[in-house]
């Protein structure tokens, strides 16, 4: 379950918020407001992230969409039409019903079981799964990592060499986090320049596949990276990239 975060945050925005910001050539990110996930009996603070891209004829791919907003959505729409929904792991997709409502022709891709496993039911029309072949891969490649409570889709934006990633990243900085504790689970999670611990071992029952479909991402030799959470990576992406799947490529 997701819960809207207060305007007393736990970390410190990647403010402004809710404003598209150029990446590179038609890419944007947009930073989003803080929510609190429900794990066992906490409530935790999670900064939220969303990438667009525009395609050719301007169709605009909406990776992981964050909570809406009217001005946003205005904003969203003078770069062109919102064609493509992308729920890219098996955590974030909260927002897709919104997104939905408000672009109903767009359609909606998710990872694998995602549609039975959501507790907020959303139009899946399309599942990222190995054999699928979609009409914007010509553009942006991509494939599925699979775990057992999470898998999760990566994408590589070929014009501007973006790898776009979820939760296999979490690349919180510590300065921005306001609570001493937080900031030590954060380190001692990983979860300051790699994968969580506790999201590694979703998938190490699959690790073969995993370490494959990982060298093969990292195959596509991206300039920078997106993840959901935390700080972007735009220079030194190989070293940055091979030091935080050791954890991954040492399955090979």
Do not use: C
């Not at 990438?51 to 605009?60: E, N, S, W």
């Not at 921005?176 to 994968?195: D, H, I, M, Q």
């Amino acid at each position: 379950m997701v819960h809207q975060g207060s305007t007393d945050t736990a970390m410190e925005p990647y403010a402004p918020l809710n404003a598209l910001k150029p990446f590179t050539d038609n890419v944007w990110i947009v930073d989003g407001p803080e929510i609190r996930m429900d794990m066992g009996p906490f409530r935790v603070p999670f900064p939220t992230r969303m990438v667009i891209v525009r395609l050719k004829h301007d169709h605009l791919w909406v990776h992981s969409p964050i909570a809406p907003d009217p001005a946003l959505f205005e904003a969203i729409e003078t770069l062109g039409s919102v064609r493509y929904l992308i729920a890219p792991n098996s955590i974030h997709y909260w927002y897709m019903a919104d997104w939905q409502e408000r672009f109903p022709k767009a359609e909606s891709f998710a990872v694998p079981g995602l549609k039975e496993s959501a507790k907020r039911p959303f139009r899946v029309d399309h599942v990222l799964e190995d054999d699928a072949r979609f009409e914007w891969e010509d553009e942006i490649d991509w494939l599925l990592v699979p775990g057992t409570v999470v898998s999760e889709a990566v994408f590589h934006i070929q014009a501007s060499r973006v790898l776009v990633l979820t939760d296999l990243i979490e690349n919180f900085e510590p300065r921005r986090v306001k609570n001493w504790f937080l900031r030590l689970l954060l380190r001692l999670a990983g979860a300051t320049g790699s994968a969580p611990i506790d999201m590694r071992w979703t998938y190490r029952p699959k690790r073969r596949k995993v370490a494959s479909q990982i060298a093969a991402m990292l195959g596509w030799h991206p300039q920078k990276v997106v993840m959901a959470h935390g700080k972007v990576i735009e220079t030194d992406a190989s070293t940055r990239l091979d030091q935080a799947f050791r954890w991954a490529l040492k399955w090979e």
